[in-house]
């Protein structure tokens, strides 16, 4: 045709009019628009997800953690985690006395046998709180810091109406409260609330569902009895102790 033969090309050139770049910011305008109303949606089913989340089951299993809450255990299962957390108590006591305190080895447990039941306690009541909490890390610090602090508090208590024992005494050390608690102390049991429920209880869990419920069922029972000795012995060896005190200020005192 004549505009072939004129070297040109058959028909407008829109780019060359500026024809295509008029609808360009129309067509950010419907992009942006679109990309917006897709925002606002997935926002909107983001926040309904949240909210109908099964977080009890997504905790168990959220970086390989299985960490149940304690009321999801059978007995058995209850007081194996007691046992294991007080043996762990008892074995940290102990080294940490020994290498900072009186280089030596000290029984740091109120029985005889290698336990401190007060760490078994935290750590049972740790495993109280909720369990979206499991896979957090600065509420499960303050959260296990606040739990343990007034249980230590109340066992200093308990055992010295008891006992009229100190077990243990704060008062050299700063912001204690009447040397039964103190900062240091809250602040290491809120690292070991984020140690034991990250790291130490789901090889727990690993441990128990390895050995299997006949296991566990015989260990506890066995374990227990062991357990229940061991205390009537200890009670009747401080009360003992404390009749002969007794006796002593009265001797003082004539």
């Known amino acids: 045709g004549p505009c072939a033969l004129l070297g040109h090309e058959r028909g407008p050139n829109f780019n060359n009019i500026g024809f295509m770049h008029f609808f360009q910011p129309i067509e950010r305008v419907i992009r942006a628009k679109y990309f917006t109303?897709?925002?606002v949606s997935l926002f909107f089913r983001v926040k309904i997800l949240i909210k109908n989340f099964p977080f009890d089951n997504f905790c168990y299993y959220f970086l390989g953690m299985k960490v149940i809450p304690i009321y999801k255990m059978s007995f058995y299962e209850i007081f194996m985690v007691f046992i294991i957390f007080s043996l762990i108590g008892w074995f940290s006591e102990v080294i940490f006395t020994f290498l900072?305190?009186?280089?030596?080895?000290?029984?740091?447990?109120?029985?005889?046998?290698?336990?401190?039941?007060?760490?078994?306690v935290g750590g049972l009541?740790?495993?109280?709180?909720?369990p979206r909490?499991?896979?957090?890390?600065?509420?499960?610090?303050?959260?296990?810091?606040?739990?343990?602090?007034?249980?230590?508090?109340?066992?200093?208590?308990?055992?010295e109406k008891l006992f009229?024992?100190?077990?243990?005494?704060?008062?050299?050390?700063?912001?204690?409260?009447?040397?039964r608690v103190c900062l240091m102390m809250s602040v290491l049991f809120?690292?070991?609330?984020?140690?034991?429920?990250?790291?130490?209880m789901p090889e727990i869990m690993s441990f128990?569902?390895?050995?299997?419920?006949?296991?566990?069922?015989?260990?506890s029972l066995v374990i227990l009895v062991i357990m229940i000795l061991d205390f009537a012995f200890t009670v009747n060896k401080l009360i003992n102790f404390h009749s002969v005190l007794t006796t002593i200020h009265k001797i003082e005192n004539k």
Request: glycine fraction near 8%; charged fraction near 10%; hydrophobic fraction near 55%.
């Open 125 to 130: 009541l740790i495993l109280l709180l909720p």
């Open 190 to 200: 809120g690292l070991l609330g984020i140690f034991v429920i990250h790291f130490v």
């Open 133 to 159: 909490l499991y896979s957090t890390w600065l509420p499960l610090f303050l959260f296990s810091m606040v739990l343990c602090t007034v249980v230590e508090y109340f066992s200093s208590w308990i055992l």
């Open 37 to 39: 109303r897709f925002l």
């Open 208 to 219: 128990i569902n390895f050995l299997g419920r006949f296991w566990i069922k015989r260990f």
């Open 164 to 179: 009229h024992t100190l077990w243990w005494d704060y008062s050299n050390v700063p912001l204690n409260i009447n040397g």
């Open 100 to 120: 900072f305190v009186n280089h030596k080895f000290v029984n740091r447990g109120f029985l005889h046998g290698p336990l401190c039941p007060i760490y078994g």
